[in-house]
């Protein structure tokens, strides 16, 4: 079956504008234009498009979903495996949180008494799961499963104060690199304080810290499209101008 923009538009829920920008884009291209110039879309069309949509429900970018599904190597069925256990991950984090708020419900209601521990505790999870969708297979790779078990035990037994802390750093770290990113220049006052406040970030889950290792994580925000996307959803750049000024606070380039 062949699909006008508009009738795949509508058959994706998403606008026949959308469409043309993906194409001008490069990252959807019409099967054929017809002879009144009507751009036509096929089956394999409708099925890229439906990968591009779940790439774009979990928070990448338009550019490197393009780098992905324009990959010679990009493999569709290893791709739908991928989202299905991103999806199912995102399932377990909201049926914790949605278990922690019928806990709060039921202590408001008199019927059980939640310590503050439990009361945080999933939101706590949900931090560890996040950090294992970012990170995880990297930085088992690179640093071994002993040190990310180590930064897990040690989030899982955050206070309710350190947890509301790491919260209010990691915006202050954003909060510090758009201001810095009006002055263009990473090795800044401001830039450095950025840098400093994410060392203080990290030391909520690292065991130890390091410049190297610091530098490095920088550097894989960079390299890695999925720790971009995280980091410029914020601003475009924002992860590169963070590494900048990581590998100027440390002295350590990668």
């Known amino acids: 079956m062949e699909y006008t923009v508009q009738k795949l538009?509508?058959?994706?829920?998403?606008?026949?504008?959308?469409?043309?920008y993906y194409d001008e884009f490069g990252l959807l291209k019409p099967a054929r234009i017809?002879?009144?110039?009507?751009?036509?879309?096929?089956?394999?069309?409708?099925?890229?498009?439906?990968?591009i949509l779940f790439y774009r429900e979990?928070?990448?970018?338009?550019?490197?979903?393009?780098?992905?599904?324009t990959s010679p190597s990009f493999d569709g069925t290893r791709a739908l495996r991928e989202h299905h256990e991103q999806l199912l991950q995102r399932r377990k984090q909201l049926d914790e949180l949605i278990a922690n708020v019928e806990q709060t419900l039921a202590q408001s209601e008199g019927r059980i008494t939640m310590s503050n521990?439990?009361?945080?505790?999933?939101?706590?999870?949900?931090?560890?799961?996040?950090?294992?969708?970012?990170?995880?297979?990297?930085?088992?790779?690179k640093y071994g499963e002993e040190t990310v078990e180590k930064s897990n035990r040690k989030l899982r037994n955050m206070t309710e104060e350190q947890y509301a802390a790491c919260q209010q750093l990691e915006e202050d770290i954003f909060a510090a690199l758009e201001q810095a990113m009006e002055e263009?220049?990473?090795?800044?006052?401001?830039?450095?304080?950025?840098?400093?406040?994410?060392?203080?970030?990290?030391?909520?889950?690292?065991?130890?810290?390091?410049?190297?290792?610091?530098?490095?994580?920088?550097?894989?925000?960079?390299?890695?499209e999925r720790f971009t996307a995280y980091y410029d959803k914020r601003r475009p750049g924002i992860a590169a101008f963070l590494r900048d000024a990581v590998h100027v606070y440390t002295g350590v380039k990668q």
Not at 34 to 51: D, H, M, P, T
Not at 58 to 69: F, H, M, N, P, S
């Open 9 to 20: 538009g509508a058959l994706a829920g998403i606008s026949p504008r959308t469409l043309r």
């Open 34 to 51: 017809n002879s009144s110039g009507y751009r036509i879309y096929g089956q394999a069309e409708v099925n890229l498009l439906q990968q």
């Open 58 to 69: 979990l928070g990448l970018t338009l550019e490197a979903i393009r780098d992905i599904v």
């Open 117 to 141: 521990e439990e009361k945080f505790a999933g939101f706590k999870q949900k931090l560890i799961e996040d950090n294992e969708q970012k990170y995880g297979q990297e930085i088992r790779e």
């Open 184 to 224: 263009g220049d990473s090795a800044s006052e401001l830039a450095q304080k950025a840098a400093d406040l994410h060392r203080q970030w990290l030391g909520f889950s690292w065991d130890t810290y390091t410049k190297e290792a610091h530098a490095g994580l920088a550097q894989m925000y960079v390299d890695d």
